[in-house]
């Protein structure tokens, strides 16, 4: 009865490697674009910062900013709201911006260690029966994708704490420039 369990884990476990990779390698090619658009962010980001005195107007070396896109965005979309429940607004959809890369700090490593503990098994049954070229294929693949999880959480972590960090620093001249205003 164990010797069932164990095959029937297995059998689920190896089918498993294929949808596992597959996700590490779009995660690895999600993680590239996502430090792509930030690196062209952070180009658009140069200059100097010029504080927000009123956010009906915003002076030209912000304009470029995605916190300030965002807020043209928010605002045009309901010009009836309140400027405060519009900077509400403008803070859940940079956010949601940020949980693109936040997605994959914390799925890609797991998906790396799903992906090295699965090869392991058909491995082990490779070296008990002595099959050092299978042994080596199933630890090639294992630590193969340990290396794309981490690849990819890390590719992404920058990603996301330069985007944090850009769009507190946007938001605060947002909500400076509402309390000035009050």
Do not use: C
């Amino acid at each position: 009865m164990l010797d069932q369990l164990a095959l029937a884990i297995f059998s689920f476990t190896s089918v498993l490697i294929w949808p596992i990779a597959l996700l590490l390698l779009f995660a690895v090619g999600h993680s590239a674009f996502l430090a792509g658009d930030a690196f062209v962010e952070r180009i658009q980001r140069r200059g100097q910062a010029a504080a927000l005195k009123t956010v009906t107007t915003i002076p030209a070396p912000m304009a470029n900013r995605q916190g300030m896109r965002e807020w043209l965005v928010q605002r045009g979309a309901d010009p009836t709201a309140s400027s405060w429940l519009v900077l509400d607004r403008t803070e859940a959809a940079l956010a949601k911006r940020v949980d693109r890369s936040r997605l994959w700090v914390r799925i890609a490593p797991a998906l790396g260690l799903m992906g090295t503990l699965v090869p392991l098994g058909p491995a082990l049954v490779a070296l008990a029966n002595n099959d050092l070229a299978t042994l080596s294929n199933h630890l090639v693949l294992a630590f193969g994708t340990t290396v794309l999880g981490l690849l990819a959480a890390g590719l992404s972590w920058v990603v996301m704490t330069a985007q944090d960090r850009w769009y507190r620093l946007d938001l605060a001249e947002l909500r400076h420039a509402l309390e000035s205003a009050e």
